[in-house]
């Protein structure tokens, strides 16, 4: 068994003028990633490994969830330029080269990205994951180059405020 947790980077602040990788969350983004990372506490997840884009605010938004989870190892970021993906498919042959001795990952990526494979893996369409949305994915299989579809769950801010 498989599990990705595919966290969308929190709502982000448009107020500086910076390059879009360089683009750090608001307050609400802040907030939501705080209560979205209460939801995540309710199951009893162990993750092995965490990955995030390099983007500022995929970062930031990894950072709030690793130090309030409750249950997982104390691990390290690792940063990839291949998650700042806003289509998926570099993110999806991301996750097909996991190191197979990992069970449960979790990746904080981009918009479409998180869209995308909610329809690639979980067959889910006409649901926009919003900014923190939480996607949960199981696949019954032994390798992550198996992967193709899966369960999901999803997780929305919105519906926790």
């Known amino acids: 068994m498989k599990k990705v947790i595919l966290v ?3 709502k982000s602040s448009w107020k500086h003028n910076v390059p879009d990788i360089e683009r750090p969350i608001s307050n609400r983004g802040y907030n939501d990633a705080n209560l979205m990372v209460g939801i995540l506490n309710n199951f009893s997840i162990n993750i092995d490994g965490v990955f995030s884009s390099n983007s500022k605010r995929t970062l930031e938004t990894a950072k709030i969830f690793l ?16 998650l700042y993906d806003f289509y998926g ?20 990526s981009h918009n479409d990205t998180c869209n995308n494979l909610l ?5 889910i369409i006409n649901i926009h994951v919003p900014t923190s949305g939480i996607l949960i994915f199981e696949f019954d299989v032994s390798l992550w180059a198996d ?14 405020k």
């Open 147 to 160: 992967i193709k579809s899966g369960h999901c769950k999803y997780f929305f801010p919105k519906k926790f």
């Open 119 to 123: 329809f690639k893996y979980g067959n």
């Open 67 to 82: 130090k309030n989870l409750n249950n997982y190892k104390k691990l390290d970021i690792i940063k990839s330029s291949d």
């Open 89 to 108: 498919n570099k993110v999806d042959s991301f996750i097909k080269d996991l190191n197979n001795d990992l069970s449960t990952v979790m990746i904080f």
């Open 8 to 10: 969308r980077h929190a």
